[in-house]
Nanobody, 116 residues
Framework: QVQLVESGGGLVQPGGSLRLSCAAS????????MGWYRQAPGKQRELVAS???????NYADSVKGRFTISRDNAKNTVYLQMNSLEPEDTAIYYC??????????WGQGTQVTVSS
């Protein structure tokens, strides 16, 4: 069993920054990919950014140039640095872990609210 612990969400003004963290722990497993998704009220969950063990990244067009994903493989932790936040970024952000084998895992979600 794998546990994901997310942190770093909160309320921030437009133009501000937040850093999300997601640490994976539990039974021995190898991670292929870690990523962040978000879901705004009334909308479908969407990919924000992902990163493979090798460091390959993928971003949603809406966050390119503003968000940066990174990971610490030794700590099984993924980070999402979010700069120049906009009200449209308001959502619940979920961490996702894709192991080399077996089912994917999701975090419990952390609220990000961008408002003045």
């Amino acid at each position: 069993q794998v546990q994901l612990v997310e942190s770093g969400g909160g309320l921030v003004q437009p133009g501000g920054s937040l850093r999300l963290s997601c640490a994976a722990s539990g039974s021995s497993f190898s991670i292929y990919l870690m990523g962040w998704y978000r879901q705004a009220p009334g909308k479908q969950r969407e990919l924000v950014a992902s990163i493979t063990t090798g460091g390959s990244t993928n971003y949603a067009d809406s966050v390119k140039g503003r968000f940066t994903i990174s990971r610490d493989n030794a700590k099984n932790t993924v980070y999402l640095q979010m700069n120049s936040l906009e009200p449209e970024d308001t959502a619940i952000y979920y961490c996702k872990v894709v192991p080399l084998h077996g089912a994917n895992y999701w975090g419990q979600g952390t609220q990000v609210t961008v408002s003045s």
